[in-house]
């Protein structure tokens, strides 16, 4: 891990300007991280319509962020994260915070738990490359998804005990 953070907004702002707040700062972490892929949540349908659109319109802040930069963006569905990250599509915010702090072996848990699902995000898409990049001709797989299949490979390749 190089960095985690949380990008909010003023929740009395209206629509417009909460957006522009969290495009701002998606902005500023791109320019300064430079990632060679972009991993964002894909929307899914749930009760809470409220909560479903403000989530796709900070997707899609994240996804154009991404494509100015011709960063590559992977989506990944938040029950993939789960199972990538706990074992169980199922796990609930405590579960994958604390299999993230494991996994990740950080002295302390990722606080606010939106952290922890940000890291986890990126755990699952390095764990799972394959298919999930989107657009066209940038399906090659990053320097951090080559090192990682490198070592995948080196390790089934080693003789057991």
């Known amino acids: 891990m190089v960095a985690v953070g949380v990008i909010r907004s003023d929740a009395?702002?209206?629509?417009?300007?909460?957006?522009?707040?969290?495009?701002?700062?998606?902005?500023?972490w791109l320019d300064e991280h430079v990632p060679d892929v972009v991993a964002v949540e894909r929307v899914f349908a749930q009760h809470n319509v409220g909560t479903v659109m403000g989530t796709a319109q900070a997707a899609g802040l994240a996804?154009?962020?991404?494509?100015?930069?011709?960063?590559?963006?992977?989506?990944?569905?938040?029950?993939?994260?789960?199972?990538?990250?706990?074992?169980?599509?199922?796990?609930?915010?405590?579960?994958?915070?604390?299999?993230?702090?494991?996994?990740?072996?950080?002295?302390?848990a990722p606080?606010?738990?939106?952290?922890?699902?940000?890291?986890?995000?990126?755990?699952?898409?390095?764990?799972?490359?394959?298919?999930?990049?989107?657009?066209g001709d940038r399906h090659e797989l990053t320097p951090a998804q080559r090192a990682w299949a490198a070592a995948e490979q080196a390790a089934k390749q080693r003789p057991r005990r």
């Open 63 to 108: 996804m154009v962020a991404a494509a100015r930069r011709n960063v590559p963006v992977a989506l990944h569905t938040p029950s993939e994260v789960k199972a990538a990250v706990t074992g169980s599509g199922r796990a609930d915010k405590a579960q994958v915070t604390t299999m993230i702090t494991r996994i990740l072996d950080l002295e302390e």
């Open 12 to 28: 009395d702002l209206s629509t417009d300007l909460r957006l522009l707040r969290i495009a701002e700062g998606l902005d500023r």
């Open 111 to 135: 606080r606010p738990a939106d952290a922890a699902d940000a890291l986890a995000l990126a755990v699952c898409h390095l764990w799972r490359p394959a298919g999930a990049l989107q657009g």
